[in-house]
C-alpha cells in the first residue's frame, strides 16, 4: 500500500493485453511491479513508474494481488509452479483465455496450495481497457472480488459470475461466438447494400439501431428458452423461412456469398420439419443442445 493507499499490484506478462492492465493499473495511481519473459516489453512501463521485477518470484513478493495474463493456461502454470509457496496466502487473478475446464484445475490447484483464485474474461481489446464501459468477467471467489473490486475496477466494469471457476471461460467463449456471428451476419449485410453503391458507414448507422431491437428480441426468447416453451406470437418460423428467401435472392442478384443465409435456412428448415413451425425462433436453441 502507497501513501495514497492504493493496494500494489503485480502483473506478469506484458503482451499487448498484460501491458494494458498495467498500464491502467499505473495510471490509476496502484504502485504496480511487472514481468515478462521477453524483458524488454517491461522498458515503456518502467518508464512511467512500474518497478521492473527481475524474476517471477520477485514479482510475485511484490503484491498480495497478482495478475497474469500470458499466452495460455499451460504458460500459466509453467511460470507460476515453481513460485506455488510464495504465493500462498495471495490472491491470483488469472486473466488468461482458456477453457472451463483449465480454469477450473487452475483453481484446484490455487486451493491446494493456498492461493486465492479469480479466472478472468476480458471482454474488450486492449485499448478498452481501463474504460468502465466495458466488462470484466470474474468467476471463481465472490468474497475475494468484493475485498479487490475497487483494485480491479480501474481494469474495467468487474462482473461477478459466482464461485465456479470456469464461468468465466464458459462465458467468454458463448460471448466471442455470439460476436463472431454478429460479425458475420453485419459483414454480408454490409456486402449486400455496398453492392448497390451503399456506403459501409451509412449502413452501419442503420445496423446498430437495428441490434437495439435484437437485443430486445434476446430478452424476450431468453424468457421462452427458460420456459422451455417457444410461442410463436410474435413471428413464427415458418415466416422467417419464407422471409430469408428475400434475403438469399437479394445476395444471390449481386453476387454476394450466401452460405451464412443458406445456414440459418437450415436449421429454420429443420425446425419446421420437425412440426415446429409455427414457434418462434428461439425454439432453434434445441437443435443446438442436440435434442
Ligand atoms: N489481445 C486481445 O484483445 C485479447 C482480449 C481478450 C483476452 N485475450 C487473452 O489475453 C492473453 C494474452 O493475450 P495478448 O493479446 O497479450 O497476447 P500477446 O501480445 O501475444 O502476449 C502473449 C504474452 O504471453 C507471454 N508468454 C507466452 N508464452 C509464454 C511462456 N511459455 N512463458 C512465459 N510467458 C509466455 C508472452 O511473453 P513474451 O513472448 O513477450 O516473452 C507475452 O507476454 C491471451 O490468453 C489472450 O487470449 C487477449
Redesign the pocket.
Known sequence: MDVMNKPNVTVI??????AALADAFLSAGHPTTVW???PG?ADALVARGAVRAATVAEAVAASELVVV????HP?VR??LAPVAESLRGRVLVN????SPEQARAEAEWAAAHGIGYLDGG?M???PGVGDSANMILYAGSPELLAAHRATLEVLGDPVDLGPDAGLASLYDAGLLGLMWSVFGGWLHATALAGADGVAAKEFTAVANRWLKTVSWFLSTYAEQIDAGEYPGSDATIDIQVATIGHLLEAGEARGIDGRLPRLHLELMREAAAAGHGGDSYARLVEIFRGE
Open positions: 506478462g506484458l503482451g499487448q493485453m498484460g515478462n519473459r521477453t516489453k495474463c500470458v499466452l495460455d504458460a509453467e511460470l486473466l488468461t483465455s482458456g476480458i474488450t481489446t486492449p
